[in-house]
């Protein structure tokens, strides 16, 4: 619209917070989907430091659980940070991430975030960290993040992205 949306989430806090799922939901849901053009930044940081926001998405059948946190549909002029999160998943689904980056001109910035399995809920390994979908004009930067105990692989890359940068992780 006519209007520069804007989205933040952060904890009010410097302590953990968590925002999960545990419970037999519909095959491939997912915890947060942001879908709408509008800049928007999760930093898990409380004034500037720490890790005091937890994602997590579990399922009672693990191959049922869809992604915790995914984008898709963002135009290139707006941009999607993650950061300084806890991000965790026990999907054994096949091509589906902790973090999915979807088709559409998205500007996706992972940094400094923790990436893994399941340690509450239903605790189980996740199939991958981080699973991109794809298309062109996407620009997608994955850097030093700590991607750990996943099944098959830390970051996969699907589709081409105009840019993808994956460093120090």
């Given at each position: 619209?006519?209007?520069?949306?804007?989205?933040?989430?952060?904890?009010?806090?410097?302590?953990?917070?968590?925002?999960?799922?545990?419970?037999?939901?519909?095959?491939?849901?997912?915890?947060?989907?942001?879908?709408?053009?509008?800049?928007?930044?999760?930093?898990?940081?409380?004034?500037?430091?720490?890790?005091?926001?937890?994602?997590?998405?579990?399922?009672?059948?693990?191959?049922?659980?869809?992604?915790?946190?995914?984008?898709?549909?963002?135009?290139?002029?707006?941009?999607?940070?993650?950061?300084?999160?806890?991000?965790?998943?026990n999907t054994n689904a096949v091509l589906i991430g902790n973090v999915i980056i979807g088709v559409?001109?998205?500007?996706?910035?992972?940094?400094?975030?923790?990436?893994?399995?399941?340690?509450?809920?239903?605790?189980?390994?996740?199939?991958?960290?981080?699973?991109?979908?794809?298309?062109?004009?996407?620009?997608?930067?994955?850097?030093?993040?700590?991607?750990y105990n996943f099944l098959d692989t830390g970051v996969y890359l699907s589709g081409s992205a105009?840019?993808?940068?994956?460093?120090?992780?």
């Amino acid at each position: 619209g006519a209007f520069n949306y804007t989205l933040l989430v952060q904890p009010s806090a410097g302590v953990q917070r968590v925002i999960s799922n545990s419970a037999n939901i519909t095959t491939g849901t997912v915890l947060i989907r942001i879908n709408a053009d509008v800049d928007n930044t999760i930093d898990g940081r409380f004034a500037g430091a720490g890790q005091f926001l937890l994602f997590r998405n579990t399922n009672t059948n693990a191959n049922n659980t869809g992604g915790t946190i995914s984008y898709t549909n963002i135009t290139a002029a707006k941009q999607s940070i993650l950061q300084y999160a806890v991000i965790e998943n026990n999907t054994n689904a096949v091509l589906i991430g902790n973090v999915i980056i979807g088709v559409g001109t998205n500007k996706v910035n992972i940094n400094n975030c923790r990436i893994g399995d399941a340690t509450g809920g239903n605790i189980n390994y996740t199939r991958g960290g981080i699973y991109v979908t794809g298309g062109t004009d996407n620009y997608v930067n994955i850097q030093n993040n700590e991607i750990y105990n996943f099944l098959d692989t830390g970051v996969y890359l699907s589709g081409s992205a105009d840019v993808c940068i994956i460093s120090g992780n």
